[in-house]
């Protein structure tokens, strides 16, 4: 059974930093984060492929940067986070080639909650 795990959310004050961690119990090409606030719609944060291919959403672009620790373990480090950065991260993976963030992923982790306080 595929496994993602998420780790490295919490609590931080407006303008904060944060790493958030995914390892993957396999290797996929394609790995991602996604985030969902409460009463809004779920949305792409950042993907990265096997060859190191990134593709950043654009609400924390210029914010942050994804990285590969190593072939099933992903990071994401988000920097100047404010209260509307309050969200759960997940963790996605697939093997989509091509891969977007309208990618339709299979796997996902359970997430991480990411609160900012202002």
């Known amino acids: 059974q595929v496994q993602l795990v998420e780790s490295g959310g919490g609590s931080v004050q407006a303008g904060g930093s944060l790493t958030l961690s995914c390892a993957a119990s396999?290797?996929?090409?394609?790995m991602a984060w996604f985030r969902q606030a409460p009463g809004k719609d779920r949305e792409g944060v950042a993907l990265?492929?096997?060859?190191?291919?990134t593709i950043y959403g654009d609400s924390l672009k210029g914010r942050l940067a994804i990285s590969k620790e190593n072939a099933k373990k992903i990071l994401l480090q988000m920097n100047r986070l404010n209260p509307e950065d309050t969200a759960m991260y997940y963790c996605?993976?697939?093997?989509?080639?091509?891969?977007?963030?309208?990618?339709?992923?299979?796997?996902w982790g359970q997430g991480t909650q990411v609160t900012v306080s202002s």
């Open positions: 396999a290797e996929y090409y394609c």
């Open positions: 996605a993976a697939d093997n989509w080639s091509p891969c977007t963030l309208g990618s339709d992923f299979e796997n």
């Open positions: 990265i492929t096997r060859d190191l291919k």
